[in-house]
T-cell receptor, first 113, second 112 residues
Framework: DGGITQSPKYLFRKEGQNVTLSCEQN?????MYWYRQDPGQGLRLIYY???????QKGDIAEGYSVSREKKESFPLTVTSAQKNPTAFYLC????????????FGPGTRLLVL | QKEVEQDPGPLSVPEGAIVSLNCTYS??????FMWYRQYSRKGPELLMY????GNKEDGRFTAQVDKSSKYISLFIRDSQPSDSATYLC????????????FGKGTTLSVSS
């Protein structure tokens, strides 16, 4: 049963704390993406990776970091430098040749305590 | 002017109505156009995908692209309460290093 999984479903962050959101896919897709969704803002691209060990900043990368050590995994770290982290975070993937058809995970909702 | 404009709604219709959802865009390089459906607190799911201009039909859903007007539409026939969701348009120029550009989404409510 192929798909994209994200964990946890809900995550709470304390002030000054770094937290990591997990994203795993078993679709054998080369490209993976992280988006942030805020009410009334649509989806905004944080980081994306087209191949293992390579990634690029999106429109709102400040305060976030990523790694792509394995094809299946693309974790996102929300650092303490991100001053407004409360949002719904979505991970997506696409086959290299079909970059425009992205498939999304179920999302992680991050809340600040 | 934003690259992609989409009326956020909300749009409320009775069951069985025909729904028209629209997006306009400014970048003439966009060639790939998608519609995603997102239920509350869930990830978006791909509904329709169209390349360049023209129509594409899939069951009760029809996607239409008019590149000359930079305007895309999604029509839903015989709308059902299960169609109640937020609909996001997305588009891409498919150039190396680019990603999808999303509209903000239109919230649709279909009442029984």
């Amino acid at each position: 049963d192929g798909g994209i999984t994200q964990s946890p479903k809900y995550l709470f962050r304390k002030e000054g704390q770094n937290v990591t959101l997990s994203c795993e896919q078993n679709l054998n897709h080369d490209a993976m993406y992280w988006y942030r969704q805020d009410p009334g803002q649509g989806l905004r691209l944080i980081y994306y990776s087209q191949i293992v060990n390579d990634f690029q900043k999106g429109d709102i990368a400040e305060g976030y970091s990523v790694s792509r050590e394995k094809k299946e995994s693309f974790p996102l770290t929300v650092t303490s430098a991100q001053k407004n982290p409360t949002a719904f975070y979505l991970c997506a993937s696409s086959a290299d040749r079909d970059q425009e058809t992205q498939y999304f995970g179920p999302g992680t909702r991050l809340l600040v305590l | 002017q934003k690259e992609v404009e989409q009326d956020p709604g909300p749009l409320s219709v009775p069951e069985g109505a025909i729904v028209s959802l629209n997006c306009t865009y400014s970048n003439s390089a966009f060639q790939y156009f998608m519609w995603y459906r997102q239920y509350s607190r869930k990830g978006p799911e791909l509904l329709m995908y169209t390349y360049s201009s023209g129509n594409k039909e899939d069951g009760r859903f029809t996607a239409q692209v008019d590149k000359s007007s930079k305007y895309i539409s999604l029509f839903i026939r015989d709308s059902q309460p299960s169609d109640s969701a937020t609909y996001l348009c997305a588009m891409s120029a498919y150039q190396a290093g680019t990603a999808l550009i999303f509209g903000k989404g239109t919230t649709l409510s279909v009442s029984s």
